[in-house]
Nanobody
Framework: AVELVESGGGSVQVGGSLRLSCAASGYSYKFNYMAWFRQVPGKGREGIAA????????YYAESVKGRFTISQDNAENTVYLQMDNLSPDDTAMYYCAADRWVRTPSIPLYEYDYNFWGQGTQVTVSS
């Protein structure tokens, strides 16, 4: 079975940094798209970063552009999210998502684009 396992969450102060990892396993084909979403209680999941594993193109939500960086290690089947200059608004549960194809390749940041999800890792930013 396909498994996505996130790690690297935790608590950090305002202005600090964290690096999330997502390790994918159990699949027989390559995921062309991998992404990070986040969710706070009472709200839907927000797509914040995605990467086209084939071409390496990256996509970011405006809320994180310039502060977060998504990258991948194809050899290790792992995707990373480097988060810098964190603010309390970044506090959320962060989820990794992956799929072979997406319906919106121009902006692959929609929840409906992904069928495979991790369990999430909590990020808390305190002032």
């Amino acid at each position: 079975a396909v498994e996505l396992v996130e790690s690297g969450g935790g608590s950090v102060q305002v202005g600090g940094s964290l690096r999330l990892s997502c390790a994918a396993s159990g699949y027989s084909y390559k995921f062309n798209y991998m992404a990070w979403f986040r969710q706070v209680p009472g709200k839907g999941r927000e797509g914040i970063a995605a990467i086209d594993s084939h071409g390496g193109e990256t996509y970011y939500a405006e809320s994180v552009k310039g502060r977060f960086t998504i990258s991948q290690d194809n050899a290790e089947n792992t995707v990373y999210l480097q988060m810098d200059n964190l603010s309390p608004d970044d506090t959320a549960m962060y989820y990794c998502a992956a799929d072979r194809w997406v319906r919106t390749p121009s902006i692959p940041l929609y929840e409906y684009d992904y069928n495979f999800w991790g369990q999430g890792t909590q990020v808390t930013v305190s002032s």
